[in-house]
Structure formats: C-alpha cells, structure tokens
Nanobody, 124 residues
Framework: QVQLVESGGGLVQAGGSLRLSCAASGRTFSHYTMGWFRQAPGKEREFVGATSWSGSSTYYADSVKGRFTISRDNAKNTAYLQMNSLKPEDTAVYYC?????????????????WGQGTQVTVSS
C-alpha cells in the first residue's frame, strides 16, 4: 500500500513557476513509476509526465515539454514536478500517481495509487 500526498499548488501569474511535491508513504517507493496528471474543469484527466523508478528516464506530454521537469528523490520518498513558464491553460488540479507495472508512457489506468490532488491556478 502506498499513500501519496501532493503539495505546492497555488495561484501564480502567467510566466511564473511552481514546484509540486508528492510525498509517498511506504518502503517500496523506489519500485514505482511516478506519474503526474492533471484535470481542468469540464475536461478529462490529462497525462503530464512520468519518471522511471530510478529517475533516469522521463517522458512528457507535448503540451508541457520544455517547461515542466519531473524528478524524484527515493531517499526522501518524494517526487517533484517543476513547472516553469506557466500558462493559463495549465490551470488544473494536479495529481501524482504511483504504478508498479506502469511505464513512463503508460496511461492513467496502469497506475495503482493516486494522491488527492493539488490546485494550480495560473492567472493571465
């Protein structure tokens, strides 16, 4: 069992930056692919990006590539989503997820555990 808690969301102006954290419980954090997803009001959940269990491989959606960076610190059981050059269309609830058998390009249904989400609002 893995419990995930996101933090770091908030209100930021367009062009600004935020760093989200995803703290995981359990001793097997390093066994899981960690993914980030987001869901805007009235829209379906969207894949943002993911990192492999070691952090050596990452994969991003085209909409965030070059602006967002995913990393992880297995010693701290924490994954991060650094978001730069934020745009109003990045406004959403952001979720982290852990998947034992998920690859870095896997869709959401391959993930086993989800956090409660954190709101990110980008004003124009």
């Amino acid at each position: 069992q893995v419990q995930l808690v996101e933090s770091g969301g908030g209100l930021v102006q367009a062009g600004g930056s935020l760093r989200l954290s995803c703290a995981a419980s359990g001793r097997t954090f390093s066994h899981y692919t960690m993914g980030w997803f987001r869901q805007a009001p009235g829209k379906e959940r969207e894949f943002v990006g993911a990192t492999s269990w070691s952090g050596s491989s990452t994969y991003y959606a085209d909409s965030v590539k070059g602006r967002f960076t995913i990393s992880r610190d297995n010693a701290k059981n924490t994954a991060y989503l650094q978001m730069n050059s934020l745009k109003p269309e990045d406004t959403a609830v952001y979720y982290c997820a852990a998947g034992r058998s998920a690859g870095i390009e896997s869709p959401g249904y391959r993930y086993d555990y989800w956090g409660q989400g954190t709101q990110v609002t980008v004003s124009s």
